[in-house]
């Protein structure tokens, strides 16, 4: 063996000799740290193996996570259209209430109209015919002499005129007086002062007094009938020794009401 004094020699002789490198290295170094490269490397290989299938998974979920924000983004712009189109359905829906009230408001003041209309015309329509009621009583004064003559009455006079001037002083006096002793109500003594006409007459064959009481209208109807009924059984009282007949006098009645005077005794006088 050569000669070894300097650091130099040292290396040198164990560059030139493995086994003695071992030795030195077995003297100097544990079998843990010389085993240490090899468990290094046994480890670098098992991480790798661990990491590989991990960094696959990392990949899917990243791919899934990106996935998944793209479908949120795709349900925020699909929410938005939503909002939109609901803000929409909201207007279009509060202009249909509007147009909806305003439409009320149109129809109401119609209903309000036609209401108007039609009192205006029913009030009309009375007019019309209360004139020709009056018309109509002013012409029975002047027809009541020959449509009560040919029933066999003589001195046919009107004693209850429309107006009250040309009323017989004695019917008012009597009438008067049969309230004043209580022969009649106040209720029928109105009634007497507000029949049509009442007409005084005789019978040829007797001499018996005759009164008849008429209730004029352009339309005759059931409330004609029962007021005539009404100043019949006044006139009566007033007259008990008197033949009482009850009358109507107008245009136009009605079956029924014909069948109503009939039942009542109430005789039915129309204009032609």
């Known amino acids: 063996m050569a000669s070894i004094n300097t650091v ?101 003041r119609l209903a309000e109209s036609h209401t108007r209309l039609e009192q205006s015309h029913f009030r009309l329509e009375r007019k019309v015919d209360s004139m020709r009621g009056d018309h109509l009583e002013m012409r029975l004064q002047g027809r009541i002499h020959g449509l009560l003559g040919s029933r066999e009455l003589y001195r046919v006079r009107v004693v209850r005129a429309m107006y009250p001037a040309g009323s017989s002083p004695k019917f008012l006096n009597d009438v008067d007086d049969a309230i004043q002793d209580d022969t009649i109500t106040t209720r029928q003594h109105q009634r007497l002062m507000d029949t049509d006409l009442i007409v005084r007459g005789r019978r040829r064959d007797s001499a018996q007094d005759v009164y008849v009481a008429l209730e004029v209208s352009n339309r005759l109807n059931r409330d004609d009938v029962d007021r005539v009924v009404e100043s019949g059984e006044a006139l009566a009282l007033v007259y008990p020794s008197a033949e009482i007949q009850t009358a109507v006098y107008g245009r136009d009645i009605s079956d029924e009401h014909v069948s109503r005077a009939h039942t009542k005794g109430v005789e039915i006088f129309l204009s032609r």
């Open 8 to 108: 130099e020699d040292i290396i040198e002789a164990l560059d030139a000799d493995p086994l003695l490198l071992e030795a030195l290295r077995a003297r100097i170094m544990t079998r843990e740290l010389i085993d240490q490269p090899d468990r290094f490397e046994r480890f670098v290989e098992t991480v790798q193996q661990f990491m590989d299938p991990t960094d696959r998974r990392l990949v899917v979920l990243e791919n899934a996570v990106a996935q998944l924000a793209e479908s949120h983004a795709r349900l925020a712009e699909s929410n938005a259209r939503l909002e939109n189109a609901v803000a929409g359905l909201e207007n279009a829906v509060a202009r249909l209430a509007e147009s909806h009230a305003s439409l009320e408001n149109t129809v109401e």
